[in-house]
T-cell receptor, first 116, second 109 residues
Framework: DADVTQTPRNRITKTGKRIMLECSQTKGHDRMYWYRQDPGLGLRLIYYSFDVKDINKGEISDGYSVSRQAQAKFSLSLESAIPNQTALYFC???????????????FGPGTRLTVL | GQNIDQPTEMTATEGAIVQINCTYQTSGFNGLFWYQQHAGEAPTFLSYNVLDGLEEKGRFSSFLSRSKGYSYLLLKELQMKDSASYLCAVRDDGYALNFGKGTSLLVTP
């Protein structure tokens, strides 16, 4: 079984709809992250959480919100989806660092979201 | 702000050696990572450097010079399966990773 799972894997929705992307991990890591990836722009950080009570905005948090329901679960919401939020979304986890390898991020398989 | 630069595309021949460069200017530095990403898949960890010098892992090596804000990933004995995007990422003072846009490597027969 995969250590980091994302649901759904693919989603097509319409402008204005509320969408939730879910991430679960069995790695026992405290830190979790949400990124989006667009062609030519690379991976950009949306939000991250270093433990259940800690939520931090990343580079591009506008239009998104998150919820850290438990150590193992971190959800990303689009309150009112718009077409330029069409992208590939990745969740990642890491153990607390710093230190060689201990802060390595492990990525889920991604969710491909299309907003029409 | 964060600025991480790497070439957009590179092509190399099977069996050869290729070097992918990465330069960075970030607010703080707590390590540099290289990830490999095949099309449509998740990035996977390749290497980590926090001190100056070369880290070797089989066919892959990564070099860091903190004073120059420079790293490279060296891939030896290239195989067709090495065709992928290679992502350079710098961990800043806030311990978040800042990714470059990635280098798409094509390995040809």
């Amino acid at each position: 079984d995969a250590d980091v799972t994302q649901t759904p894997r693919n989603r097509i929705t319409k402008t204005g709809k509320r969408i939730m992307l879910e991430c679960s991990q069995t790695k026992g890591h405290d830190r979790m992250y949400w990124y989006r990836q667009d062609p030519g722009l690379g991976l950009r950080l949306i939000y991250y959480s270093f433990d259940v009570k800690d939520i931090n905005k990343g580079e591009i948090s506008d239009g998104y919100s998150v919820s850290r329901q438990a150590q193992a679960k971190f959800s990303l919401s689009l309150e009112s989806a718009i077409p330029n939020q069409t992208a590939l979304y990745f969740c990642a986890t890491s153990p607390p660092g710093p230190g060689t390898d201990t802060d390595t991020q492990y990525f889920g398989p991604g969710t491909r979201l299309t907003v029409l | 702000g964060q600025n991480i630069d790497q070439p957009t595309e590179m092509t190399a021949t099977e069996g050869a050696i290729v070097q992918i460069n990465c330069t960075y200017q970030t607010s703080g530095f707590n390590g540099l990572f290289w990830y490999q990403q095949h099309a449509g898949e998740a990035p996977t960890f390749l290497s980590y450097n926090v001190l100056d010098g070369l880290e070797e892992k089989g066919r892959f090596s990564s070099f860091l010079s903190r004073s120059k804000g420079y790293s490279y990933l060296l891939l030896k004995e290239l195989q067709m399966k090495d065709s992928a995007s290679y992502l350079c990422a710098v961990r800043d003072d806030g311990y978040a990773l800042n990714f470059g846009k990635g280098t798409s490597l094509l390995v040809t027969p």
